[in-house]
């Protein structure tokens, strides 16, 4: 079997981020320091598509605890048709898009600047649209493999930059602590990137899908239901299968009514406020049938599931995203190459898939 790269180094690299994260954290610091002199920090909204919007979602709980602001995680779309009626001069809104190309996102960003707001970039493209228009560019300077990539590095160096803003906007007498938490997180990336790659390689290649009747679902509440939709989206991107990340509660009410036994479930499952509630779902969806793959730093949980990535116990649940995503990444990129994809490339090497692509995200759709 061909050897793949791209992707696998990029989901190492997440590892090793020591000087661009002190880049990130100097860059937001300053714009951290303007939003709270300004009194813009009343309202803040985030704003993307895709993984974009992904970890806005997954910072929403982190924001609401450590900062006395509103926050409202929304697609770039929904924002510019509906939540822009709620941005005045007391909001900051923070727009998220790698490739700064993202034709809804850049919209976005033109009509919140029009109405006063401070408006913060996070991208990865120094000659993007979304750095050109942006009042307050983030840009995080990550090394990018030159392969049209899953989402990996970028998404870690995003919820970074979040992360920081959120640390950086939060009450003063939590602002050290915020920091020393985040800290000591990213210092365990490297390290369950590791040991996660035995169980993943054993889950990738021993997977068992059904087709498209039976889809891979990917359970999570709280800030994991926002990782459980990014890794139903690298599921989507990386293997070519349906795949359905849902908040843990809504799947009792929804999908179960169509799972089968035996259908491949992640359980993203930090200990925390929500834990109990998943736990007792991967209970019962035990009993029905289920094979489960379970993410979690709680050892029972971990014991019922037939693949169990055992996360660090000491991460708190608010900080679980940045570590989180990296079993599903590896299990996709393995189970990628079982069924003999390209893991490197979204589009699979289909040139006319990757060109609609980009008709449909970077700007007016022209069928001619």
Known sequence: MQEYRDMMTEIEKQGSLGPVLKQIETAVAGTCREIMEKGKNKKIFFLGCGDSYFAGLAVKDYFLEKTDSLCFPMTALEFSTYGIRQVDKESTVIAVSMSGNVARTVEAVKEAQERGAYVVGITNSLTGRLYEVCSHPVFLGLEEEPGWTPGTLTYTGTLYALYCLGAGLSRESER???????????????????????????????????????????????????????????????????????????????????????????????????????????????????????????????????????????????????????PMQLTAYYFSRKLGLDPDRRSHNDPFRKKVSRMLTRGTVNLD
Request: net charge negative.
């Open 176 to 326: 050290d602590g915020c920091k020393r938490k985040l800290a000591f997180t990213m210092e365990q990336v490297s390290r369950v990137v590791t040991q996660c790659q035995d169980m993943a390689r054993q889950a990738g290649e021993n997977f068992v899908y059904n087709g498209h009747q039976f889809p891979v679902y990917i359970l999570g509440a709280g800030q994991s239901f926002a990782t459980a939709k990014y890794g139903a989206a690298k599921f989507l991107e990386v293997c070519g299968v349906i795949a359905i990340g849902q908040e843990s509660e809504e799947f009792a009410h929804q999908e179960f009514w169509v799972i089968d036994k035996n259908c491949p479930v992640f359980l993203v499952a930090p200990k925390g406020d929500s834990f109990q509630r998943t736990m007792e779902v991967g209970e019962c969806l035990r009993h029905f049938g289920c094979d489960l793959f379970v993410i979690s730093n709680s050892e029972e949980l971990c014991g019922m599931g037939k693949y169990a990535f055992g996360m660090p116990e000491e991460v708190e649940e608010l900080y679980a995203p940045l570590l989180y995503a990296v």
